[in-house]
């Protein structure tokens, strides 16, 4: 609560009180703190003078600002029909086998979490998956194991990215 | 049947140059707004997202609005499964989109523009802020009036329906609203704002570029211009490919198909599914099948009950929820096929869901709403037997 | 300007409507029902159910007739054959999605879904249930009780929070099939910032939000030889139960009531309006002690405006919204527990019961009385004073599970100690009522003379305005008065939480130029309560006012300090007004909640 009302406070004197600034507001937190915590809710609220209950309303509306702790690196791997064909179940299971969670879980060290999501703008290089913000595409489980392992070892590697 | 153009590949949305000077810019904003608008009008644009909207006359009604408060916003919020086309124009062309909502916001008179981005391409906003900020320094230099920014979505389909995105940027949940009032009389903080796509945009810089005489010498007389295709699934040449309005479905597959080709989802999940028995029957364009360019090809190889399935798992989940048809009737299409195909209703099951299926169009709210149920009807219609064993 | 006239055509009658009005009031017009779920004329427009689609001509989809403003040339058909279809299709979807457990429902025979899906001839397994077979009822609350199985998505209820109170503990959450009608991070409703006062159960058009139930408590205390039962009655409660058991809207039955509940086995049924009664004698001379302190002490301790406190909605809202002005609320306890701290003490005493055997139940026009009474500091007695409070509803159907023939029954006078009363404590019920029952008190206590208005009403502080404003002053006062001499006292009456806050903004802010202020929680006062018979609506409400006015009219006493039981009541036993007795028995403390 200490620590997260003075940031809350400076996001709303970065981005204004008004109620357009909900969503850059929350997003940023979500990027810095991967979860929205109960606290933070309300002190967005107080900050914007909302309920808390319409923040809560609004962020569950939208699936990347989640009220559940998530791991450091969020991995969405895209389901789309397209990604289906191109062998997403492969994908999947080999990012549960390394990381040894399930879709929907997060690494015990706090490091990983494994989601599916709607499609991510990538059906002609499918597979692909989104780790934060970076789009991973032409997938095979062994471009997998070498992306986790740069992550593991230390944070992003930019050496997998297939974007022309 | 109208004649079809046949396939021809074109290269203007990314060929010829994207001026980092924003030439065209320049030259708009010493033209007559109303000559403008014409141009746009004449040039018979119609929105590139899917709806089809004529880009003039949307153009011309905000223009029209009384007031000095209007807003223009790009909405590149490509949800749409199967679609990728505005993420090329975003990463390679973007001065383009930039200037054709520029000369938007000086024909409407409008000084503040946003570009509201989904959150999946958060990952382009380092490159396109810089793109930004050179705007706005060659909009100071011309004595330009006019701040674009940017708005991220955070991960929800329906935010691409057009009042769904101004409530979205109004921080609230992104439900669509009730129509009338439109936004080019009631948009973002209730006043007139144009909404339009990445690629509208662009073409409508390319139409104050090339003039409309250039322009109308592409497509066919209901679609004019040249079209971004976003081509993928069993098909050798995925990846975005701008071809000209009008041409038959078949003549699509000759170019794009396996050779196997067994059905083309023209317009993506919430597009129509058409077989190989109809491809030769089929023109893509306004007057035939309209399509917001997501095109996915499916082969023998594939069960067209799988990829129903796939597009009712996601319209349940995207559909905002606030309606009933949408909401409740998602969920009812998708029980509805599983309980045929585990045998728990009987076949005769899928006439009551087609009947759902026309609820659902003529019920919803939005026009998301009334096109979810596109790809049930088509694929059932015309693939009943694998719903069934 | 005149107003432009927008001509159009419905089922083949035409028809000239002022601009923005929508197709469903262009069809009420010439006598055309369409059905609605989500639309209620309290609120905005939504457009989100779909059953109220009408076909437009010239358009391919159908139209929402509660969202649709006509425009010139219309021509709309309300009976076609694709809108019966599409109607009938859209309350199949909605059944599906309900939990139609009808038979065992509270709201049978009074849900609008139930109704709309007999209309159209809905099969109940036209679709495949939605509803979680592993669904929970949220109970947590002492007034409102949350069934999502029930509910229909309508999202009346997040409107009524929103819009009508201002208190936004209902949301939309989630969307597509996960979309529900939730709480802060889906809290349990006694976890949140709810006021409890009902009114989302007023418009919610199914069984999915309705009052926690305790008429079966009532009947096992009825049924026990060892208990006596006390009831006390609410002023709105005898103009709303009528429209339960076979009345029009607007129908004085209070000795039907009175009659019907001794029928059914009430050992003594008295009157909520002797406590209002007191209320006003306590809740007067508090007012007129916190002038003389800050007036004549220079006292500045003491916060003015003073605030009514009767609605236990709008304390609670106080409570969470503004914690940090507490101080300007009287300290008196409501009309319902003055009542309760009086029938295990003075009541039991005169009759000679022991206390613990009094079972004290009111019958209140509202849902969060039930929390009021479960408030722990609500225990003067030494019991928990009040042991249940029941709505309206609750009573009503006590009196048709009971088998009573109301509409042939006669006249019965309440029983007596704490049964008399006057018309200033009926008018308790319509908002500005206790803002007048005071008024007609301390101004005849100051002065010598009745308040200067043509029969005592005092209309600047009636009508459904949401804040409205008097002034009077205080001329010619009796000496021990005199320091009030040409003070000209400001009043205000706010009623629904929304007019609340606009007053309470003033309040917070310095800048609220007024000495006393009546809140009452819901729109139009107790009548209007979250404990009324369904369905409410402004016609509804202003029917209900009339019937109480017309009450306090027909009553020989209108002035509170002439209640005969109430003075006996202080000489006999209380002793001095906001004396040590009453302090302990009448008034109360308030507690700090938090915001969100």
Redesign the interface.
């Not at chain 1, 008004?18 to 850059?24: A, D, K, Q, V």
């Not at chain 1, 569950?60 to 600002?65: A, H």
């Given at each position: 609560m200490n620590q997260i009302q003075p940031y809350v406070r400076s996001l709303a004197d970065k981005y204004g009180r008004?109620?357009?600034?909900?969503?850059?507001i929350?997003?940023e937190i979500v990027a810095t703190e991967h979860v929205l915590s109960?606290d933070a809710?309300?002190e967005v609220?107080?900050e914007l003078n909302?309920?808390?209950?319409?923040?809560?309303?609004?962020a569950?509306?939208?699936?990347?600002?989640n009220?559940k702790p998530h791991g450091k690196y969020v991995i969405r791997v895209c389901?789309?029909?397209?990604a289906?064909?191109k062998g997403k179940k492969e994908i999947v299971d080999k990012l549960c086998d390394i990381l040894k969670i399930r879709v929907g879980e997060t690494t015990p060290d706090g490091r990983f979490t494994l989601l599916e999501?709607?499609?991510?703008?990538?059906?002609?290089?499918?597979p692909s998956m989104?780790i934060n913000?970076?789009?991973y595409t032409y997938l095979t489980p062994e471009k997998i194991v070498q992306i986790i392992a740069g992550y593991q070892a230390n944070g992003k590697s930019n050496n997998h990215q297939q974007?022309n | 049947m109208a004649p079809s153009n046949g396939l021809k590949r074109v290269d203007v949305i990314f060929g010829a140059y994207a001026s980092t000077k924003y030439l065209i810019l320049q030259k708009s904003i010493r033209r007559e707004k109303q000559e403008i608008i014409q141009d746009i009008i004449d040039s018979g644009l119609r929105g590139r997202g899917g709806a089809g909207f004529p880009t003039g006359l949307k153009w011309k009604f905000a223009a029209a609005q009384p007031g000095n408060e209007k807003y223009v916003i790009c909405n590149a919020d490509e949800g749409e499964p199967g679609t990728f086309k505005d993420r090329e124009i975003l990463m390679k062309v973007p001065q383009k989109m930039i200037s054709g909502m520029a000369i938007c916001a000086y024909v409407i008179g409008a000084t503040k523009a946003y570009i509201y981005l989904r959150g999946e391409y958060q990952f382009m906003v380092p490159d396109l802020q810089m793109e930004l900020d050179n705007f706005h320094e060659q909009a100071r230099e011309m004595n330009f009036d006019l701040t674009i920014e940017l708005r991220m979505g955070s991960g929800a389909y329906v935010c691409g329906e057009e009042t769904a995105l101004i409530e979205s940027m109004e921080g609230k949940r992104g439900e669509p609203r009730n129509k009338p009032p439109f936004p080019v009389v009631e948009g973002f903080h209730g006043k007139p704002t144009v909404v339009n796509n990445v690629e509208t945009f662009v073409n409508a810089n390319m139409i104050c570029r090339i003039g409309v005489e250039e322009f109308i010498k592409l497509g066919t007389q209901d679609s004019r211009g040249s079209k971004l295709f976003s081509i993928s699934g069993d098909t050798p040449k995925a990846g975005v490919h701008e071809l000209e309005l009008g041409m038959k479905l078949s003549d699509f597959v000759a170019e794009f198909g396996d050779d196997d080709t067994k059905a083309v989802q023209v317009g993506g999940a919430a597009g129509f599914c058409v077989p190989r028995k109809k491809f030769d029957s089929t023109i893509i364009g306004f007057e035939g099948m309209p399509t917001g360019g997501s095109m996915m090809l499916f082969n023998s190889s594939r069960s067209m009950y799988h990829v129903l399935h796939n597009y009712l798992e996601f319209f349940e989940e995207e559909s905002c929820g606030q309606c009933t048809p949408c909401r409740v009737g998602c969920q009812q299409l998708l029980l509805g096929i599983e309980a045929i195909k585990r045998q728990e209703r009987p076949a005769s099951y899928l006439n009551q869901l087609l009947k759902l299926s026309e609820t659902m169009k003529i019920a919803s709210k939005c026009g998301l709403g009334q096109s979810v149920a596109n790809s049930f009807s088509s694929i059932v219609e015309n693939y009943v037997e694998e719903m069934i064993y | 300007m005149k107003k432009q006239k927008i001509n159009i055509t419905i089922d083949g009658i035409k028809l000239a409507v002022d601009e923005q009005c929508s197709i469903l009031d262009a069809a009420k017009k010439v006598n055309i029902h369409i059905p609605t779920l989500c639309h209620h004329e309290d609120l905005c427009v939504a457009g989100n159910c779909r059953i109220c689609v009408v076909e437009v001509e010239g358009q391919r989809a159908l139209s929402a007739s509660c969202a649709t403003p006509v425009a010139e040339g219309m021509v709309i058909k309300t009976n076609t054959a694709k809108v019966r279809k599409a109607r009938k299709d859209v309350a199949a979807l909605l059944v599906a999605e309900h939990n139609t457990q009808c038979t065992t429902c509270y709201r049978s025979m009074n849900c609008e879904l139930q109704e709309i899906a007999a209309e159209y001839n809905v099969d109940n397994n036209t679709y495949i249930s939605l509803v979680d077979p592993n669904y929970t009822i949220d109970r947590s609350s002492w007034s409102i009780e949350k069934d999502d199985s029930k509910c229909i998505r309508c999202q009346r209820c997040v409107r009524t929070c929103a819009e009508l109170q201002h208190v936004n503990a209902l949301t939309v959450a989630n969307k597509g099939k996960e979309m529900k009608i939730s709480t802060f991070l889906d809290l349990p409703l006694n976890e949140v910032v709810c006021t409890n006062c009902g009114q989302c159960i007023n418009r919610c058009p199914t069984g999915a939000l309705t009052e926690r139930r305790f008429y079966d408590d009532l009947w096992d205390a009825i049924d026990d030889p060892k208990k006596h039962v006390v009831m006390n009655t609410a002023p709105s409660v005898r103009v709303a139960l009528g429209e339960m058991l076979g009345y029009p809207v607007g129908t004085r039955v209070t000795g039907k009531m009175v009659t019907a509940m001794k029928k059914i086995g009430m050992d003594s049924v008295l009157d909520t309006d002797f406590t209002a009664d007191l209320t006003i004698i306590e809740e007067g001379t508090e007012l007129l002690g916190r002038l003389k302190k800050i007036l004549v002490e220079g006292n500045k301790e003491v916060k003015l405006p003073m605030l009514t406190s009767c609605s236990p909605g709008w304390i609670k809202f106080i409570e969470h919204m503004y914690p940090n002005h507490l101080g300007h609320l009287s300290t008196c306890k409501s009309p319902q527990q003055m009542f309760g701290a009086l029938a295990k003490t003075y009541y039991a005493e005169k009759m000679g019961i022991d206390p613990a055997d009094v079972v004290s139940v009111a019958i209140m026009p509202c849902a969060a009385k039930k929390f009021e009474a479960n408030r722990p500091e609500m225990n003067s007695s030494g019991y928990q004073d009040v042991d249940a409070g029941l709505t309206t509803r609750e009573l009503g159907y006590m009196i048709r599970q009971a088998g009573v023939d109301f509409l042939h029954l006669e006249d019965s006078d309440y029983d007596s100690l704490m049964g008399e009363s006057t018309g200033a404590g009926a008018i308790f019920g319509a908002t500005g009522g206790v803002m007048e029952a005071a008024l007609r008190t301390v101004y005849e206590v100051v002065t010598g003379r009745e308040v200067p208005f043509d029969n005592l009403r005092i209309t600047p502080v009636r009508g459904t305005d949401g804040v409205k404003e008097a002034s009077i002053k205080l001329e010619n006062l009796l000496d021990e008065w005199k320091f009030l001499e040409g003070v000209e006292v400001k009043v205000a009456v706010a009623h629904g939480l929304k007019n609340a806050r606009i007053i309470m903004d003033q309040v917070e802010a310095g800048t609220s130029p007024y000495h006393f202020i009546e809140v009452m929680a819901c729109p139009g006062g107790c009548i209007g309560g979250g404990g009324q018979p369904i369905p409410t609506n402004e016609e509804i409400r202003k029917k209900r006012i009339e019937a109480i006015y017309a009450e306090d009219e027909g009553m020989p006493k209108r002035k509170s300090h002439e209640n005969t039981e109430v003075q006996k009541l202080y000489k006999e036993w209380l002793g001095e007004v906001n004396g040590h007795k009453a302090h302990e028995l009448l008034h109360t403390h308030y507690t700090k909640r938090n915001r969100y």
């Open positions: 008004e109620r357009e600034c909900l969503l850059p929350l997003q109960q809710m309300v609220a107080k909302l309920s808390a209950a319409e923040v809560y309303g609004t569950s509306f939208y699936s990347f600002l009220t389901k789309s029909i397209v289906e064909m999501t709607n499609d991510i703008g990538w059906s002609d290089q499918e989104l913000e970076k789009p974007i | - | -």
